[in-house]
Nanobody, 120 residues
Framework: QVQLVESGGGLVQAGGSLRLSCVASGNFFSINYMGWYRQAPGKQRELVARITRGGSTDYVGSVKGRFTISRDNAKNTVYLQMNSLKSEDTAVYFC??????????????WGRGTQVTVSS
């Protein structure tokens, strides 16, 4: 089992910044993917950004150039720096990790979510 603790959400004005953090703990061999999804009211959950253990990143097009994902492997922590926030970024943000228990056995885990609200 893996436990995920998210922090850093809140209310911010458009154009402002927030930094999300997520710490993973538990018994696992390693963590490959770490990332963030979000879900706005009435919409499907979407991938915002993800990062591999080696540092390769993917972003959804709407946040490229504004959001930066990073991780600290020693601390099993992933961060999402969100700059130039827009009202359309308002959503619940969920931390996601893929934890490996062997070279081929893994499970995906989700945090409980943290609310990000951007006022215009």
């Amino acid at each position: 089992q893996v436990q995920l603790v998210e922090s850093g959400g809140g209310l911010v004005q458009a154009g402002g910044s927030l930094r999300l953090s997520c710490v993973a703990s538990g018994n696992f061999f390693s963590i490959n993917y770490m990332g963030w999804y979000r879900q706005a009211p009435g919409k499907q959950r979407e991938l915002v950004a993800r990062i591999t253990r080696g540092g390769s990143t993917d972003y959804v097009g709407s946040v490229k150039g504004r959001f930066t994902i990073s991780r600290d492997n020693a601390k099993n922590t992933v961060y999402l720096q969100m700059n130039s926030l827009k009202s359309e970024d308002t959503a619940v943000y969920f931390c996601y990790v893929r934890a490996y228990y062997s070279e081929i056995s893994y499970s995906d885990y989700w945090g409980r979510g943290t609310q990000v609200t951007v006022s215009s």
